[in-house]
């Protein structure tokens, strides 16, 4: 018989892990958010960490201990986190952020951001962005005003939270019986009930009926155009303009009439309500011309930039012996949670400058001229720049924007791959996408330009672009290709 037995053993090994601190992970979240959600965040922090201010416009002086008068303010805080540092050297380098903070933005600046009139201002724009009614809260509310049987208002509030985005039910009447344990005919009657809600075309099953729906509403039901909605909407797709005007008796002018009155209708009524939500972009970065110096200045917009401080009332708590070590703990742990919070802001700002700076220095020729002049420019290339990780310019241009005299711009738009002319000057898929717009634009809607064409013609200005990438380029600008795009009108 043959016992095994447990051996333990220790083995010691040396290897290399990069771990990520918690708050290195906070700079790189702060780093990747907008400016709206970078205040939602900064509104947060400051709700669960006492030792957080926002700094005041006139003294700078914030919500201390309101029973204290302090001659001044400013000069007396700096003494007393001096002195505080000096007792406590996990605190000791309050100081310098404070400094560098105050570096990092200029003096007249905090005059202007947060004076009574513009904090006013800028907590009622905040207060004015209110909820807006989705699509089944207009369409529950049409329900209750509508004049029906108690059976069928409860099918049909089940219908409406069947709908999906664009306004459509996707399912079958005879799914919908089974689900809510109902008769055919009475899911019919409810959804009947539905389609005659606003907007129309609401409650359809397929882009068909949502289009009859809508000229029924329009009384046009006896219309041609309704009749090709019928019958011949895959024709439409396909452009078989010849052999819908035979089968319909009609000349083919009259079917683009028909098929102009059908783009005006909506293939996603349940978008109507959608577009009704108000989407606030607010750009960080500004781009303006020095004409003096003839150079473009790339500004930060601080307006609406949090700007923090660690107040001085917590600092006085770990000067006083008769506060508690457990109360100075936390006030400890509360105050280095505030520190990486402003160096996180503060390095979040430096990174955006210095990259926007760089586009701007790689696309003047864009800022002079349009997007026919933009140059290709790649995220490692500005990383190499800069000396930071490709990634780390990933995040910070991630949902921000820059107001150029040119317009207001995604950080993003300006990343782009790009080919050489035969003249050696680069440019970027931007510009080959402009180029395909202005060609197709331009062209002859009886003889529409094959990729082919295209291809021949930007090879005329010097660009040897493949036929599949003109494709996928005009593809991803939403255009058709020639067959579809031919008019037979002649």
Request: aromatic share 6%; charged share 30%; glycine share 4%.
């Amino acid at each position: 018989m043959v016992q095994h037995g447990l051996h333990l053993s220790q083995d010691l090994s040396l290897r290399q892990e990069q771990i990520i601190a918690p708050h290195q992970i906070q700079s790189l979240e702060i780093l990747a958010i907008p400016l709206l959600d970078l205040q939602a965040r900064v509104n947060q922090e400051m709700e669960d960490n006492p030792t957080l201010e926002l700094m005041d416009s006139e003294s700078e002086q914030l919500i201390g201990d309101p029973m204290e008068e302090l001659s001044d303010p400013q000069s007396d805080n700096r003494e007393l986190a001096g002195d505080v540092a000096e007792k406590d050297e996990y605190l000791a380098n309050l100081m310098q952020i404070d400094d560098m903070w105050r570096e990092y933005v200029p003096p007249n600046h905090a005059k202007q951001y947060a004076t009574a009139d513009d904090e006013e201002k800028r907590r009622y724009f905040f207060d004015s962005l209110t909820t807006e009614k989705t699509l089944a809260d207009d369409l529950l509310e049409q329900l209750r005003l509508s004049d029906t049987d108690d059976e069928t208002a409860m099918l049909a509030e089940q219908i409406i939270g069947s709908l999906d985005e664009a306004g459509y039910l996707r399912a079958t009447l005879e799914e919908l019986a089974t689900s809510m344990a109902a008769d055919t005919a009475a899911v019919k009657k409810a959804l009947d009930l539905v389609q005659t809600f606003e907007p129309p075309g609401i409650g359809a099953r397929d882009l068909r009926e949502c289009l009859l729906i809508q000229l029924r509403h329009n009384g046009r039901e006896n219309s041609l155009t309704y009749k090709v909605v019928d019958k011949h909407l895959e024709d439409i797709a396909r452009n078989r303009i010849p052999q819908m005007a035979k089968a319909l008796k009609t000349s083919p002018p009259a079917l683009y009439e028909v098929i102009e009155e059908i783009k005006r209708l909506q293939p996603r009524p349940g978008s109507a309500s959608e577009n009704n939500h108000v989407q606030y972009v607010l750009p960080e970065l500004e781009v303006e011309l020095d004409e003096e110096q003839n150079n473009y200045v790339v500004k930060s917009q601080r307006d609406y930039l949090p700007r923090l401080r660690i107040s001085p009332h917590y600092l006085r708590i770990l000067e006083d012996p008769s506060v508690p070590k457990e109360v100075k703990q936390y006030v400890r742990e509360k105050i280095t949670g505030g520190n990486f919070l402003i160096k996180s802001i503060a390095q979040r700002q430096s990174t955006l400058q210095t990259i926007t700076q760089i586009i701007v220095a790689r696309q003047r020729a864009f800022l002079e001229e349009g997007e026919e002049a933009l140059h290709p420019l790649t995220m490692s290339q500005v990383a190499d720049e800069i000396g930071v990780h490709e990634t780390t310019v990933s995040r910070a241009i991630a949902n921000k924007f820059v107001q150029t005299p040119r317009g207001l711009y995604p950080l993003k738009f300006f990343f782009a791959g790009g080919y050489e002319t035969e003249d050696g000057e680069m440019l970027s898929s931007h510009s080959i996408k402009h180029k395909l717009q202005t060609l197709i634009t331009e062209e002859n809607p009886n003889k529409p330009l094959s990729d082919q064409k295209l291809v021949n013609l930007l090879k005329q200005d010097g660009l040897n672009v493949a036929r599949r990438t003109v494709a996928k380029y005009r593809e991803e600008l939403g255009i058709p290709s020639s067959h579809l795009r031919k008019n037979h009108s002649s």
